[in-house]
């Protein structure tokens, strides 16, 4: 299905009638509109607040943050639409309903209440959105990106303004002059980064539903694994029952899922996914859903396909674990967020040290042990699965833990199949462990508890969720 056009030279495609008597006709006889969404959402007081805070460090500066575009995909089909997660952020909005809207902020200076007093400077938000095309309006029926008859009804300028608190106009309202990067300012880009580092309490649930809906999903990847077995692309199988799952219980996936198995393992972003999945191998899954308000899980299992852990295997595995841990160990108010990198990378270089792989150098400096695991311990996590990337370096990896904070605690380790390196038994073994974590008053919460994590606890959960 695609538009007709004057220009369409495929006459096998139904044609839409270009008389004057079929214009009129299509657009009459339909019921009044009505406002569907006629209430704030849950978002929108946290999101006030937000602009608030943003407003006070941009004092007299206006501040432009598009929602972005639809995005081709091929030739005239686009991907679905997800705002920009700086754009919901700051006005609570989820879905798809406003691919092109723009959230303007205009600085206002507050005179002085009293001789002697300062100005005030505050900011006044406006959001610009396309309107629906009106049913007397060709675009209601022949504009396939944002036509009612091929994408639906969408929210008009009165449901935004009631779901957001945020007065809303349409986008042809826009002032002259407002230039539109798909990003905003960096200096604004690097400040939201650094306010969603600490997520609000609205924030938090949010996580919270999508860990959960993602340890659902890894439930059910596990009940499906007989069917992955026997299938020639058996870690399709499995990417297809995590990306149904996150779709039947949330938005998305947050970020492609990597169902890899046995020496895909040991390629960091294995998102091709098209290979068998064999007994006695390991699948490694990091996947996260992503809910309706656009927030993210991130978590990764390395299993025993047949259930059983091998020897070798679960060496590897212990190995990741003890390094998981001791990267929690560490965690907590006020310490560096790149210690916890640092302890659990201790325990790989130990270990590893321990099994007599490592070579020796001169220069501790050269840690060889980290061609076993190239990538780093941690990332912050929120609307974006690798979270608050603009934020400076300084404030991010030799930032201090604070309460509010989530990020990911992941390590592992990646024995590629041609790796000389290490004894034949090792080759071909991905394991890596990943966690959700929570900072609190005084310590950490394991946001993915739910999912077991030592060999033992794996190999139970699994035979249970197999019979
Ligand atoms: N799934 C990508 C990551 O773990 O960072
Ligand atoms: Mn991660
Ligand atoms: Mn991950």
Not at 352 to 375: C, F, N, Q, S, T
Request: charged share 30%; glycine share 8%.
């Amino acid at each position: 299905m695609n538009e007709e056009s004057a220009e369409n030279t495929n006459e096998s495609r139904a044609a839409r009638p270009k008389s004057e008597a079929f214009k009129e006709f299509i657009a009459q006889q339909w019921a009044d509109p009505e406002d569907v969404h006629t209430t704030a959402i849950a978002a929108a007081s946290f999101a006030a607040d937000r602009r608030a805070r943003l407003s006070e460090q941009f004092p007299g500066e206006r501040i432009v943050i598009p929602a972005g575009d639809l995005k081709v995909r091929a030739n005239d089909t686009d991907y679905r639409f997800r705002p920009l997660s700086d754009f919901s952020y700051l006005t609570g909005l989820g879905g798809d309903h406003e691919p092109g809207a723009v959230l303007v902020m205009e600085p206002r200076e507050v005179p002085p209440s009293r001789p002697g007093a300062t100005a005030r400077h505050v900011h006044d938000a406006t959001l610009y959105v396309i309107p629906p095309a009106g049913r007397d309006n060709e675009g209601f029926y022949a504009d396939p990106r944002s036509g009612e008859f091929w994408i639906g009804r969408r929210p008009g300028p009165a449901e935004f303004e009631a779901m957001t608190g945020i007065e809303t106009k349409p986008l042809k309202e826009l002032p002259g002059g407002i230039r539109l990067s798909r990003h905003p300012l960096r200096k604004v880009g690097t400040a939201l980064s650094m306010m969603r580092m600490v997520k609000d309490e609205y924030e938090i649930q949010q996580m919270r539903d999508a860990v959960a809906a993602t340890i659902a999903g890894f439930e059910r990847v596990v009940a499906e694994l007989p069917r992955a077995i026997a299938h020639k692309r058996g870690e399709r199988v499995i990417e297809a029952t995590f990306d149904g799952h996150a779709r039947e219980e949330g938005n998305a996936v947050g970020y492609e899922t990597i169902a890899a198995s046995g020496p895909h393992a040991t390629t960091l972003h294995w998102i091709r996914n098209d290979g068998q999945v064999h007994e006695g191998d390991l699948l490694l899954l990091d996947a996260g859903v992503e809910v309706e308000s656009l927030y993210t899980a991130d978590i990764t299992r390395t299993l025993p396909i047949s259930g059983q852990f091998t020897e070798v295997q679960r060496r590897v595995y212990d190995v990741v674990l003890e390094a998981a841990d001791a990267g929690f160990a560490v965690a907590r108010p006020g310490a560096k967020f790149r210690d916890v990198h640092d302890a659990a990378m201790a325990v790989i270089e130990r270990r590893l040290g321990e099994w007599g792989i490592v070579p020796d150098h001169e220069d501790p400096e050269a840690k060889l042990y980290r061609r076993w695991m190239v990538h780093s311990t941690s990332h912050h996590l929120g609307l974006d699965v690798h979270d608050c990337a603009q934020a400076k370096r300084d404030l991010y990896m030799d930032g201090l833990l604070e309460p509010g904070m989530v990020f990911t605690i992941e390590p592992g380790l990646y024995f590629k199949p041609d790796d000389l390196a290490v004894p034949v038994e090792l080759r071909g073994i991905g394991v890596r462990i990943e966690d959700d974590v929570l900072v609190t008053a005084d310590g950490v919460e394991n946001l993915s508890a739910g999912l077991p994590r030592d060999a033992d606890a794996v190999e139970a959960w699994m035979a249970r969720l197999r019979h």
